[in-house]
Structure formats: C-alpha cells, structure tokens
C-alpha cells in the first residue's frame, strides 16, 4: 500500500491538510487528535481497508507509518 | 451458537413516555464552548433530548406508557400474570422496581414481577424472557416496561457522554396469538470488554464514600467526573460495534429464514447518528427503512429502540411486519431481533413531569411506598 495514499485518507478523515502529515508524523500529538477524530480514523481504517484493530494494537502505532505497515501486514 | 426462535407471541400493543423538559444540544453550553459543542453535536446528529427532573424516575416514565398503553387499549389488569421492568436506572437499591409497578399500577398479587437490569440491548433481553414464560402456555398478558434515565447517570463535564444521553420509558404487551409468525432473537455477551461502559462506584465493588463523590480530572482533554458517574470509551466502542454488529445482523436474519429485502423496518439502538448512519451505510441498508429518533430523544439506552417504534412507526404497522431489532452496548452485549408484528397498536409518546404523567388522566391514586417511618407495632425488650 502507497503510504502517502493512506496519509491523504488519514487527513480527510480528520478534517486536516495532507502536506502538514508525513509518514513520520506522531498523530497523537495534533491539535485535532480528540475522540471524535479516534471514531473517524477507524471508521475510514474500517471503510478503505476493510481493517478493524484492537485497542491495545492500536495504541501501539504511534506514526502514521506504522498504521500504513500494520494495514499492509494485516489486509 | 444460541438463538432463540419463538411463534404464536408477539407484542400487541406499545406506548412511550418522556420528560417534559427538553434539552437543546447546541445551548448546552454551560461547560464547554460553543465551537466545540458544535463540532461534538453535529457528529453525534443529536439536537435534543429529554431530561428528567428530580422527583422523575425511570419508573415514572414506565408508569406513564403503561397507564397509557392500559387505558388506550381498555386492558383488564387482572388479566396481566407477569410485568418485568428492564433498566440499569431503578429507584431503589433494593427493593426491586418491578414491584413497586405491580403496586402502583394496581396490578393483582399473583402477578410476576422482577426486574432485568442490562444496558442498550436489554429490550431484546427482556422479549427473550417474556415471550420464553409466555410459551409455558399459562400467562395470558406480559408487561414489558423498559425505563432509564441516563441524564442522570453522566455528567455534564465530560464531552466524550455529555451531549450523547437521555430519558425516555415504554411499555410493549405481549400475548399469544396465531396471527403472529416466527421471531428469531440473538443474544450475545463479551465482559472482557467490561470497563469499555461503566459507573465505577456505587455498588459493592467500590462502594459510595466522599472520594467516589468527588468530581477530578480524567484525561489529558480535562474531561471532569466522579466515579459515581458513568463513562464512555466511544471509540473503542465504535471499534466494537462495526465489527460485530454487521455480522451478527447478518446471521440472525440467515437464521431467520429470511433476506434483508424481507425487513420492513430497521430499527437500531440510537447510540449516536455517526454509528447508525456508518452500519447502514456498511451494510447498504435503504435509509427509508430506518426509522430514526435520534436527533430529537439522544440515546436512551435500552429504550432506544422500542421508542423509536412507538415515535416512528405508530401509523406503518397494520398488517404482518417483521421487523429487525438490533441493539448494542454496556457489558458488551449486543443482540439482534428479526421479529413478528401484526396490527400492533401504537399509542401517542405522552410526556411526564414531576413523577407524573402530564396528562391527568393518566394518573392513578395508590398508596406511598415510602412512609417515612421504620417504627414497627412490635415493642422493644425492655431491660428490667
């Protein structure tokens, strides 16, 4: 999977300009990372990628890279 | 895998009741600002709730589609041999809610009454115990009354539940009748997902003191509640339900014997408008065929789903419908119904204020339950 494509999905789904994200980007750290945006990051993970994570999984990506990998490992 | 299947019973008749008092989501203002509420609102598609004020309880709201549902219906109440009350917002610790309806509602004494205390899904719950007593044969009318009041279980100062929650009551009869055809009911449980929905305090786990009473921040959002008030973990909730609501529906509706295009009505526990709309949208459901209350009642836990038949659906139910019944939360548990109507008589959603129900008529003389006394007719030993 393109990791750039699941940035761009990533920053609609939160309502946020793609070139502020990179691959490297700690999402947990943006301004509009709060528990609306949460349901809408799993609800596009779910929608695009037919993905549904554990909790604990999740909290264990810290970069939108690393989301992207586990996607790509988990399809 | 256990489903239930059941034929000849059916509900015949529903009323609701809510709170007089409504609450405007976008003025609720009082602890967050405007923007935010806002942003929060219109993800939830929650403009307005009911709220109930002191002196109204879950019970109060029971009585009210009951004594609604009796009088619209000219029901003999020594006709109805079991009455269960479904909530996790009961009056008392003990005793039981149930019992104090069978009272207050003038019911007779061989009458079962018991509660069933479960969260979202619990009206499928509570259809899964009566019509099983139904089919014995010896019961010829069941009450299922469903009450909560959720304002009054989460605080104002948390955003992830403040804008979410609640009050409402109804009350469904159950008989036995050829008429009705095969309802087929799935009901599911995962405690290991237990802390996802909780009050933490209050009960004999961690029981009430001045610490439990006090109001602290929770997270890094300075969310602020007590742990006498209850939490949310939305997210991972909404994790949970896209993965297991979809497929569940799915199942029981293959085990029903049916297709999706044999549904007449969706009718799905009102969580929040983003879960509905996404489950409908996942399972390419037409729109028309889910009624919705959301925007105007909140979630009201358990009785989402029945009032949002009693509000949407009064005029569409003439003749045989069936209808899917699908609700998810606290526990988890979750449960789907594909369920037999026929001719089901819907009465108008009345409204209740201080205890009691707005419409005089409806109200009924008893006597107190509290007395306000523990003196007994017996003496105390006196020494010497």
């Known amino acids: 999977m393109n990791v750039q494509e699941f940035i761009e999905k990533f920053a609609e789904a939160i309502d946020i300009e793609a070139t502020e994200l990179t691959a490297d980007t700690e999402f947990r750290t943006l301004d509009e990372w709060d528990s609306v945006a949460y349901i809408s990051v799993i609800a596009m993970m779910d929608e695009e990628y037919d993905i549904q994570i554990e909790m604990p999984t999740f909290k264990t990506l810290k970069t939108l890279g690393a989301i992207a990998d586990y996607i790509e490992k988990n399809k | ?384």
């Open chain 2, 1 to 384: 895998m256990a489903f239930l299947r059941f034929k000849g019973i059916g509900i015949t008749a529903m009323a609701g009741a809510v709170p007089k008092k409504v609450i405007k989501n976008l003025e609720y203002t009082e602890f967050f600002p405007e923007d935010q509420v806002k942003e929060v609102v219109e993800k939830v598609g929650i403009y307005e709730r009911r709220f109930a004020d002191e002196k109204t309880c879950s019970s109060d709201l029971c009585f009210a589609a009951a004594q609604k549902l009796i009088i619209d219906n000219n029901i003999d109440r020594d006709e109805i041999d079991l009455l269960i009350f479904v909530s996790q917002t009961q009056d008392y610790r003990m005793p039981a809610t149930s019992i104090t309806l069978q009272h207050r509602l003038g019911l007779k004494q061989s009458c079962i009454a018991f509660d069933v205390n479960l969260g979202c899904s619990a009206f499928i719950y509570g259809m899964s115990v009566v019509y099983s007593m139904m089919q014995t044969g010896n019961i010829r009318k069941a009450l299922l009354l469903d009450g909560e009041t959720r304002s009054k279980v989460y605080g104002p100062r948390d955003r992830r539940s403040a804008f979410i929650f609640g009050d409402g009551g109804v009350a469904a009869l159950v008989e036995r009748n050829e008429k009705f055809g095969e309802t087929t009911l799935s009901l599911n449980s995962d405690g290991s997902r237990a802390d996802l929905i909780m009050i933490k305090a209050g009960g004999y786990r961690h029981m009430s003191t001045p610490e439990t009473l006090k109001e602290r921040v929770v997270d890094e959002y300075g969310n602020m509640r007590s742990d006498e008030q209850g939490y949310m973990k939305g997210g991972d909730v909404f994790n949970f339900v896209i993965r297991e609501i979809p497929r569940d529906i799915k199942k029981t509706i293959a085990e029903a014997g049916k297709t999706v295009d044999d549904i007449d009505y969706f009718c799905f526990h009102q969580a929040n408008n983003f879960i509905n709309a996404y489950i409908a949208k996942k399972m390419k459901l037409d729109l028309e065929k889910i009624p919705h209350t959301i925007e105007k009642y909140g979630n009201t836990s358990s009785v989402s789903v029945p009032l949002t038949i009693v509000s949407e659906l009064k005029d569409k139910m003439e003749g045989q419908k069936t209808l899917m019944m699908s609700a998810f939360g606290v526990g988890m548990t979750w449960a789907t119904g594909i369920v037999s109507f026929c001719d089901t008589k819907i009465s108008d959603v009345v409204e209740v204020e201080e205890g009691q129900p707005c419409d005089e008529s409806l109200r009924r003389d008893y006597t107190p339950i509290e007395t306000g006394s523990e003196e007994s007719d017996t003496h105390p030993n006196k020494e010497d």
